[in-house]
T-cell receptor
Framework: DTEVTQTPKHLVMGMTNKKSLKCEQHMGHRAMYWYKQKAKKPPELMFVYSYEKLSINESVPSRFSPECPNSSLLNLHLHALQPEDSALYLC?????????????FGNGTRLTVT | GENVEQHPSTLSVQEGDSAVIKCTYSDSASNYFPWYKQELGKRPQLIIDIRSNVGEKKDQRIAVTLNKTAKHFSLHITETQPEDSAVYFCAASGGYNKLIFGAGTRLAVHP
């Protein structure tokens, strides 16, 4: 069973669309992450939330907008994306953001931008 | 900032053989080193991790060794099985408590 749940599993969107990716965890973790993974590459950090506050933004373009409504939920709002944004988007959580806590990944959302 | 190099990029072994994947890191302050396994189309899953106060850790057929002086750590898989075939990523906790991933090793275990 996956302890971090992501929806949807697949998403196809046009460059003018607005869509959202959702992530949920019920492990009581206080740090949540968004990663982007291109084929045959490692996960690339986008955003980190710690205790529901944004603590890291890896210079991600503003067409990606994260939101953490509560300690269990993490959203990624998408608007005016480009075809090169097509990738697997992974959500992860850890007990705390101390660099020593294991990351638990969700199964990801495979995004295709047309 | 932290930089993690991983070798080899691909590794092909016969079932039953051992496999070794090596990583080096640059930030001497890094103190947490996890390994993730990612099967095709699936999420990365933690298989083993080690902290800087430990030199070696084992879990059944998997072991990780850490040499802090040389700033390198390695994953050892013994008695490989076809289900070990996957991409393996090493990582190191860099500055600002971020995990930095290596580029990955594609392991193929042939029956």
């Amino acid at each position: 069973d996956t302890e971090v749940t992501q929806t949807p599993k697949h998403l196809v969107m046009g460059m003018t669309n607005k869509k959202s990716l959702k992530c949920e965890q019920h492990m009581g973790h206080r740090a949540m992450y968004w990663y982007k993974q291109k084929a045959k590459k490692p996960p690339e950090l986008m955003f980190v939330y710690s205790y529901e506050k944004l603590s890291i933004n890896e210079s991600v373009p503003s067409r990606f907008s994260p939101e953490c409504p509560n300690s269990s939920l993490l959203n990624l709002h998408l608007h005016a994306l480009q075809p090169e944004d097509s990738a697997l988007y992974l959500c992860a959580s850890s007990q705390v953001r101390d660099g020593n806590s294991p990351l638990h990944f969700g199964n990801g959302t495979r995004l295709t931008v047309t | 900032g932290e930089n993690v190099e991983q070798h080899p990029s691909t590794l092909s072994v016969q079932e039953g053989d051992s496999a070794v994947i090596k990583c080096t890191y640059s930030d001497s302050a890094s103190n947490y080193f996890p390994w993730y396994k990612q099967e095709l189309g699936k999420r990365p899953q933690l298989i083993i991790d080690i902290r800087s106060n430990v030199g070696e850790k084992k879990d059944q057929r998997i072991a990780v060794t850490l040499n802090k002086t040389a700033k390198h750590f390695s994953l050892h898989i013994t008695e490989t099985q076809p289900e070990d075939s996957a991409v393996y990523f090493c990582a190191a906790s860099g500055g600002y408590n971020k995990l930095i991933f290596g580029a990955g090793t594609r392991l193929a275990v042939h029956p």
